[in-house]
């Protein structure tokens, strides 16, 4: 199904429903992500009784793009992205979606996610998967990290991916055995399947301006106040992508979240090795269906 922005950028939505539902899932998926990625853990949620509803972020999936070139999945300001959830609760609203309502983000759905709680997004409780708090940037590339967005505006480079990427995407560009996303090899293939069906579920690497972007918003979120709402975050012990520290630090002073690890995990924990993808479910499925904080 497809809903409207209102900015009127088109997006693709999907809603698994479930027989007598417990309530409904909202999934904010992450950077690169589309509605189809998520099949097999839709398929799980909803044998737990929790409809689901989810889809494809502007510049990403089936959805519309910003850009000429549809491979860039970019973004001027995240802000941006709160137009898609407007759009996406509105949808929920009109297909009288069973509540309560939770929401289950991703990566990029995570920071996208956490600027919606802020701004009293109607869910009951939150599970975060490796939320983008902080985008990990290795040691020995920080400094030019740092300065390389004053130098693309400077010089109008601004929509060239980020150095280290290409507009190719990350699945077709990389190795099982180099990959920051699964351990488990049948999950890669799944992914690498889906690539090459669809030239869209291929998105190339983040813009320059992205990243700057990505930057601003994450900042802004470690200075806002915490949502006032149970909240859990999982993530990997092997986590590459998303910055660990960024994550400790947000739990800090946030008194109704907690923090877990899923030892050996890496950054996709619902893409990973079944018993680490089976240990994500069991704490998160407990979590929303808890009373407790």
């Known amino acids: 199904m497809w809903v409207e922005a209102a900015d009127g950028v088109r997006l693709r939505a999907g809603h698994w429903t479930a027989s007598s539902p417990k309530g409904t899932i909202l999934l904010f998926n992450g950077r690169t992500e589309y509605l189809e990625k998520y099949g097999r853990i839709a398929t799980d949620l ?16 089936l959805s ?14 995240f802000s941006d992205y709160q137009k898609d959830v407007a759009a996406f609760v509105a949808l929920a609203e009109c297909l009288n979606a069973p509540k309560p309502w939770y929401l289950l983000a991703h990566s990029m759905g995570g920071c996208i996610g956490l600027r919606a709680l802020i701004n009293d997004l109607p869910v009951e409780r939150a599970v ?12 020995n590339v920080r400094h030019v990290a740092r300065v390389l967005p004053g130098l693309a505006n400077l010089l ?34 799944y992914l690498e399947r889906h690539a090459l069906a669809e030239p869209a579920f291929a998105l190339g690497g983040p813009t320059i301006t992205w990243y700057e972007a990505a930057n601003r918003e994450t900042a802004a979120l470690f200075k806002a106040p915490r949502p006032n709402l149970p909240v859990k975050t999982i993530a990997g012990t092997r986590e590459g992508v998303v910055d660990r520290k960024a994550l400790i630090a947000m739990h800090e002073n946030w008194p109704t979240a907690s923090l877990e690890w899923i030892e050996g995990g890496r950054h996709e924990l619902m893409m990973e090795a079944p018993d680490k993808r089976q240990q994500f479910l069991e704490r998160a499925l407990a979590f929303l269906s808890s009373d407790a904080a």
């Open 128 to 139: 975060f998967s490796a939320p983008m708090w902080g985008i990990f940037v290795p040691p």
């Open 64 to 77: 519309d793009r910003v850009t000429e070139d549809a491979r860039l999945g970019h973004i001027d300001d």
């Open 46 to 61: 909803t044998g737990a009784g929790y409809s689901i509803l989810s889809m494809d972020w502007r510049g990403q999936g």
């Open 156 to 189: 109008g480079q601004q929509l060239r991916t980020m150095p280290g990427t290409s507009p190719r995407g990350y699945v077709v560009d990389t190795s099982f055995e180099e990959n920051l996303l699964t351990t488990d090899p049948e999950a890669w293939a």
